[in-house]
């Protein structure tokens, strides 16, 4: 009974036995790994401060993007704000334009053509005026005015001679009458002849007399009309046939007008006729024909010949970098590195603009531009469709 008591005490001893030797371990290993990563985890976020001087540091880090050389240019119409159109697009993303190319023809082309035009035929009728003025009167016009005046002059002496005539007739009309009623009067003082007899040739002479005063009137009328006339002929005929500097000069005017007229319409239709400022790439193309010109422009160009990084340095990293230095620029987008010297040092302090992808990295830090110089890398042309790409950058101090 004893034995079997043992035996049944034993088993139970030996199997708790064997749970410890395995449980202990793994305890203990889950524990040292728990640690461990624990301490990874702490030493990812918060990374030991090192002193630099410690670790001989030759390369400044930072961000950065790629751009053309002198930034990207967004061209845009001279006037957009008056809801301009664009009729023709003459130029797709990726060509190459050269400087002074029309890339785009607005909607207001063929009006602006058509009021160049119209300034132009201004020009010739100014320039008709002044030969005109220049030359005088036509011959024809001045041979009719000296036919009129020669008429005049004939008309004249004509009535004169009438006038007169008939002057010296009722003259001696009168002078006819007046010695017949004298002898009429003698006759009736004396009782020969009745008083109606006398009085009759009376009436005659008054009447005669009258006429003679209305002919003279008429007369002295007449010479002084057609010697008017004949002065406003003469006058007339003097102007036609003189050339005055004063109205040379007005005409001369007008001319000089008209032709400032079509310089101002060949300003206005230029302005129609959208143009590049450079030598470039077309990178991205914002309006279409018969869209409105928005802010963004028609298209966006970029001297992609020549590949730019503008790096954003920190501002407690600057003072290390200095103009000439090389950099070296790395990317997922691209194969292998760039290499590049620093050409500009920006002036001011920023806020930063490209960020890294880590979302647990810190964003509120004060950069400064700085510009490198891309080498002519055998991938260029794979480089300079990447603008806007972002870069890490490295400047070796």
């Known amino acids: 009974m004893v034995t079997k008591q043992k035996q049944l005490f034993r088993k139970p001893i030996s199997q708790l036995s064997i749970i410890l030797v395995i449980s202990i371990p793994l305890t203990m290993g889950i524990v040292t790994w728990y640690r461990w990563s624990r301490s990874g985890l702490t030493s990812t976020l918060e990374p030991p401060i090192i002193p630099t001087s410690s670790l001989g540091i030759t390369t400044v880090a930072a961000l950065g993007r790629l751009e053309p050389q002198g930034d990207v240019i967004r061209l845009s119409a001279a006037n957009s704000q008056g809801a301009l159109r664009v009729a023709k697009l003459l130029v797709n993303q990726g060509d190459w334009v050269s400087e002074g190319q029309v890339v785009a023809i607005l909607d207001n082309y063929y009006t602006r053509l058509a009021a160049l035009e119209k300034a132009k035929k201004q020009v010739l009728v100014a320039q008709a005026n002044v030969n005109r003025v220049t030359a005088g009167a036509k011959a ?122 079509v310089k101002q319409a060949e300003a206005d239709w230029d302005l129609t006729s959208v143009r590049s400022p450079i030598h470039g790439q077309v990178l991205k193309v914002n309006t279409r024909p018969g869209e409105i010109i928005s802010n963004t422009g028609i298209i966006e160009l970029g001297r992609t010949q020549q590949m730019y990084v503008v790096a954003e340095v920190y501002e407690t990293d600057i003072q290390k970098v200095r103009l000439g230095q090389s950099a070296v620029i790395t990317s997922n987008a691209f194969a292998g590195e760039l290499r590049g010297k620093v050409t500009d040092i920006g002036l001011q302090v920023n806020r930063q603009n490209i960020f890294d992808l880590n979302p647990q990295a810190d964003t509120d830090h004060k950069v400064v531009d700085v510009k490198i110089r891309l080498d002519h890398p055998p991938n260029h042309q794979q480089v300079s469709t990447l603008t806007d790409l972002q870069v890490q950058v490295l400047i070796y101090i």
């Open 140 to 261: 024809g016009d001045i041979s009719a005015q000296e036919a009129r005046i020669a008429g005049l002059e004939a008309e004249l002496m004509g009535e004169v001679s009438a006038q007169e005539a008939r002057i010296a007739r009722l003259k001696v009309e009168l002078r006819n009458a007046d010695t017949e009623n004298q002898r009429y009067q003698q006759l009736y003082q004396e009782g020969a002849i009745s008083a109606s007899n006398s009085e009759t040739k009376q009436l005659r002479v008054d009447t005669v007399r009258q006429q003679l005063n209305e002919a003279k009137a008429a007369f002295k009328q007449t010479v002084e009309t057609l010697k008017k006339q004949l002065q406003e002929a003469k006058a007339k005929l003097q102007s036609i046939t003189e050339v005055r500097p004063t109205d040379v000069q007005a005409a001369q005017t007008d001319v000089e007008s008209a032709i400032a007229s």
